[in-house]
């Protein structure tokens, strides 16, 4: 499946939430309050769908 989205929008995503492989307990609970924030808020952009989903993957 192709997704659309826009480039300069989702790079400014991962220039603020900066994803990273999670090292500490801190980091964790940062990861988990964002994509709480992120599952909650209405109307997201694709590209915040796609951030969440990757938030998400467990594999």
């Known amino acids: 499946m192709t997704r659309t989205f826009i ?20 980091e964790n609970e940062q990861a988990i309050a ?9 109307n997201r952009t694709p590209e915040e ?3 969440l989903e990757q938030k998400s993957d467990t594999d």
């Open 7 to 26: 480039r300069e929008s989702y790079g400014k995503l991962l220039a603020e939430y900066q994803p990273k492989t999670i090292a500490t307990e801190e």
């Open 49 to 51: 769908k796609i951030l």
């Open 34 to 42: 964002l994509a709480i924030e992120l599952e909650h808020r209405p």
